[in-house]
């Protein structure tokens, strides 16, 4: 039976991949059932389609990168990179592309000390993790 994560940091990146996981769920099923609205209030038509694969993509990745970092198994934190990556880059790319201009403004500083925290989060379990296996090169 392998190991499972310890200390404060594992438990943490645990709980922020599931909290990804969880929005992207809710994402998706938002796009879904507000597929038919969207484009009847003058949104693009495929909006709806790109707001579902993105919800899709970002549970997918970091529901994976949990159960993959909670098992213990040795591309964990490889897979918490890129579903952290792929999510705080989807979600600027978003902001800064799609969103209207006055709700870029609302929240931005939250976000950004909410996606370093994260960020702060996974590379200190990431370095913690190296140190303890005695590696220093990239990837696990």
């Known amino acids: 039976m392998k190991r499972k994560p310890r200390g404060f940091l594992g438990w943490l990146v ?4 599931l909290w990804n996981a969880g929005s992207g769920i ?12 969207l484009p009847q209030i003058g949104l693009p038509g495929w909006l709806p389609w790109y707001l579902l694969a993105a919800g899709s993509l970002t549970a997918l990745l970091s529901l994976g990168a949990f159960i993959s ?15 952290l990556i792929v999510t705080i880059s989807g979600y600027w790319l978003e902001r800064l592309l799609l969103w209207a201009p006055e709700q870029r403004s609302g929240n931005v500083l939250f976000m950004a000390v909410f996606h370093a925290l994260c960020l702060a989060a996974l590379g200190g379990y990431t370095y913690r993790e190296h140190k ?4 220093d090169g990239p990837g696990d």
């Open 26 to 37: 809710l994402r998706a099923v938002g796009a879904w059932q507000q597929r038919a609205l």
């Open 69 to 83: 970092l909670y098992a213990r198994r040795k591309q964990a934190i490889l897979l918490a990179w890129v579903a």
């Open 132 to 135: 303890k296996r005695g590696t």
């Open 14 to 17: 645990l709980l922020l991949l």
